[in-house]
């Protein structure tokens, strides 16, 4: 399987070096730990937004909804019965920093205005430069990366879809976020380094 080969490549293709500092957040699905590196350097205001987040709790219960293989796994916005959670205001886009939709990064989620993301967050499956911002136009900003639980990202791709028309790319059984919290940041690591309206 073409995803499988790509997380063997992990150390490669995520051509991100995180600082020594860099804040690390765990996420506990119903399929295992995801263990997320921040980027703070490169997006504070995106990392703050999102730790904000964390702390506040609002991820815990809210489950990943739009998923689609080869592209982006998406959630942090919606709850076990696909009710919306209402986030705080918007943030402005941080997407000019240098850092690309590459496998495992982690970015955030928008409308069409650049200025709209809030709550939610995917995670990149495959590189999708089409994300990245261009001197013509602004992208999704990606502000941190998976460094753990790719095997619990395995299993969220390959759950079964389809039950839910209106959110045709949510699993059958929703997958969801149990608790989103902040790790210490490792004393030495140095890491391989669009909100949906359905």
Known sequence: MKFLALLGLLTLSVAVQAENDSPRVE??????TIVLE????????????????VDDGYYDGTIFHRVIPGFVAQGGGLTYDFTRKPPRDPIANESDNGLSNKPMTLAMARHSDPDSATSQFYINLNHNPGLD???????????GQVVDGYDTIITIVQAPKGNYKQFPDAPNVPIRILEARRLSAPADTTADGKESSQ
Do not use: C, H, M, W
Request: charged share 20%.
């Open 38 to 53: 921040l980027f703070p350097d490169k997006a504070p205001i995106t990392v703050s937004n999102f730790l904000q987040y």
């Open 133 to 143: 911002a261009t001197e013509e136009r602004p992208g999704y900003t990606v502000f």
């Open 27 to 32: 996420l506990t699905t119903d399929e295992g």
